[in-house]
T-cell receptor, first 112, second 115 residues
Framework: ETGVTQTPRHLVMGMTNKKSLKCEQH?????MYWYKQSAKKPLELMFV???????ENNSVPSRFSPECPNSSHLFLHLHTLQPEDSALYLC???????????FGPGTRLTVL | KNQVEQSPQSLIILEGKNCTLQ??????????LRWYKQDTGRGPVSLTI?????NTKSNGRYTATLDADTKQSSLHITASQLSDSASYIC??????????????FGAGTILRVKS
């Protein structure tokens, strides 16, 4: 295990639901990331938090709302998603922004 | 445009055989290049990292090479095992003043090792 955990591992939700993804890292890292991974496509960086402050938002739709209450926890709040948002959502952390990233196992999200 | 292209898209080999995966990139400037292994249902795990001045880096049966002049890297797997079945992702780090480093990901090569 990499020291980064994600819950839930699988999530099925309707377009009108509200759900949240959780990520926790036990590595003492200061940077945390959300990625979207769709089949046969490169990982897409969504958000970056550095020392609890959001430093990057790569034009992600507002139906995805991140939250970083402390340097060990990262959430991704979901509401009114679309079927094309179905993907594997990966959380990662690193000691500092430029360092090697350690990934969690991901949450497989299906939007009906 | 900064891009990372990987080939082949997928590969099937017999257990015990060797294989080589390719990564071509147009990222410039360049900080380092990493190879990640992603098992089904898991997140990517770093295998190797190489800077501009390094030509080769090994991690057990995995050997990565880098030619910074031609902007090519390869990952060679020796004596493959069933557990090598995974997606292998090439990631190039691109320094950006505002963010430190920005990672450019390839789409990955899916390797399947058969018995």
């Amino acid at each position: 295990e990499t020291g980064v955990t994600q819950t839930p591992r699988h999530l099925v939700m309707g377009m009108t639901n509200k759900k949240s993804l959780k990520c926790e890292q036990h590595l003492g890292h200061n940077a945390m990331y959300w990625y979207k991974q769709s089949a046969k496509k490169p990982l897409e960086l969504m958000f970056v938090y550095n020392f609890k402050e959001q430093t990057e938002n790569n034009s992600v739709p507002s139906r995805f709302s991140p939250e970083c209450p402390n340097s060990s926890h990262l959430f991704l709040h979901l509401h009114t998603l679309q079927p094309e948002d179905s993907a594997l959502y990966l959380c990662a952390s690193s000691r500092i922004r430029a360092d090697t990233q350690y990934f969690g196992p991901g949450t497989r999200l299906t939007v009906l | 445009k900064n891009q990372v292209e990987q080939s082949p898209q997928s590969l099937i080999i017999l257990e015990g055989k060797n294989c080589t995966l390719q990564c071509n990139y147009t990222v410039s400037p360049f900080s380092n290049l990493r190879w990640y292994k992603q098992d089904t249902g898991r997140g990517p795990v770093s295998l190797t990292i190489m800077t501009f001045s390094e030509n080769t880096k090994s991690n057990g049966r995995y050997t990565a090479t880098l030619d910074a002049d031609t902007k090519q890297s390869s990952l060679h797997i020796t004596a493959s095992q069933l557990s090598d079945s995974a997606s292998y992702i090439c990631v190039v780090s691109h320094p950006i003043q505002q963010y430190g480093n920005k990672l450019v990901f390839g789409a990955g090569t899916i390797l399947r090792v058969k018995s």
